[in-house]
Each structure stands twice: as structure tokens, then as C-alpha cells.
């Protein structure tokens, strides 16, 4: 059973950075592609970024140059790096698990980008 806790969310000023943190538990990580979904009331749910186990990253057009995705496989935990952040980014973001067999999505966390 894997089990995701995403932390790092909040309220920031336009122009401001947080680092969203999706912790894993469970087996599994270093094989998984790690990735970051977000999601605002009636819209689909998007991808913002996503690395692989082997780093490769990929990432939204409307995010690239301002968010960094990055993963520590000893602490089983990937970040979202989110600099100069606007009130578009303000959303649900998701930490999603993906192996070759199974998938599994956080329970969210609320990132709202207002002065």
C-alpha cells in the first residue's frame, strides 16, 4: 500500500515562491514517475509537472521557467519549486504515483495566489 502526503501549501502574494512536498510511503519510489496535478473548480485536472525515475523532467507550458519538480530518493519525497507565482496558479495541486502497475493520487493541497 502506498500512501502520499502532500504539505507546503497556502496563501501568497503575486510574484511570491512556495515548495509543495509529497511524501511517499511505501515501496516503490525509485521506479515511479512522480507528478503534480492541479485543479480549479470546473476545470479538468492538469498537468503541472512530472520526473521520472531516471529525472527526466516534463512540465505545462504555462509553468516552464517558473516551477522546478525535483525528487530525493532517500527521503521517498518529491517537491514543486513555484516561483513567481500568479493568480492562475491559485488551484488544488495533486502529487500523483505512477509505476508500471499501480497509481496513486494525494489527497491535494490548496495553493491560492491573491494580494
Known amino acids: 500500500q502506498v500512501q502520499l502526503v502532500e504539505s507546503g501549501g497556502g496563501l501568497v502574494q503575486p510574484g511570491g515562491s512556495l515548495r509543495l512536498s509529497c511524501a511517499v510511503s511505501?515501496?516503490?519510489?525509485?521506479?515511479?514517475?512522480m507528478g503534480w496535478y492541479r485543479r480549479n473548480p470546473g476545470k479538468e485536472r492538469e498537468l503541472v509537472a512530472e520526473i521520472t525515475s531516471g529525472g527526466s523532467t516534463n512540465y505545462a507550458n504555462s509553468v516552464k521557467d517558473r516551477f522546478t519538480i525535483s525528487r530525493d530518493n532517500a527521503k521517498n519525497t518529491v517537491y514543486l519549486q513555484m516561483n513567481s507565482l500568479k493568480p492562475e496558479d491559485t488551484a488544488v495541486y495533486y502529487c500523483?504515483?505512477?509505476?508500471?502497475?499501480?497509481?496513486?493520487w494525494g489527497q491535494g493541497t490548496q495553493v491560492t495566489v491573491s494580494s
Open positions: 500523483r504515483f505512477q509505476s508500471f502497475v499501480y497509481l496513486y
Open positions: 511505501g515501496s516503490g519510489f525509485r521506479f515511479a514517475t
